[in-house]
């Protein structure tokens, strides 16, 4: 038991290398960011799945047709029409940022920044779309008066006075 007693207190710890061993045995940190972007290629942020996809049209069709701050603004559409809206604004923001992109991003920011761009691109569509909409429901506004009308009122209004 005496020789057990120095490392009683300390379980599972092992003594620090001497310094020529640690340098051996700790890869360089490019040895490091080389063996970590290796792991990152199987991590792909673009192109979204096809199940991401479809979870971005089912969500761009609650906002279009059930309560939110945009269909209570711009009015809700049923739930037909907003399905095919949905679905084209997808794949109109996805072939935008697909463009945008290069045929595969070189690196897992560059998938990140064609991500960001085809979120904006959904979302502005949404907004276009929502506005278009409204736009085309809304009664005509009343029609300025025409240049025989205007040029009645002034014939009849007092000319203005020069000083």
């Not at 360089?28 to 192109?47: C, D, T, V």
């Amino acid at each position: 038991m005496a020789e057990d007693a120095p490392n009683a207190g300390a379980e599972d710890t092992h003594p620090a290398p001497p310094e020529a061993a640690a340098d051996s045995a700790t890869p360089p940190a490019s040895a490091e960011k080389a063996s970590a972007e290796a792991l990152l290629p199987s991590l792909s942020i673009w192109p979204p799945s096809q199940r991401t996809r479809d979870a971005v049209v089912r969500r761009v069709v609650q906002t279009l047709a059930a309560p939110s701050v945009l269909s209570q603004r711009y009015g809700a559409l049923p739930e037909p029409e907003a399905e095919r809206a949905a679905a084209a604004v997808e794949a109109e923001a996805f072939a935008a940022a697909s463009e945008s992109a290069s045929a595969s991003p070189a690196s897992l920011e560059d998938g990140i920044e064609v991500l960001q761009a085809y979120s904006k691109e959904v979302s502005r569509r949404l907004l276009e779309l929502a506005k278009a909409r409204a736009a085309a429901a809304a009664p005509a506004p009343p029609a300025e008066t025409s240049a025989e009308e205007s040029e009645a009122s002034s014939a009849t209004a007092p000319a203005p006075a020069e000083e």
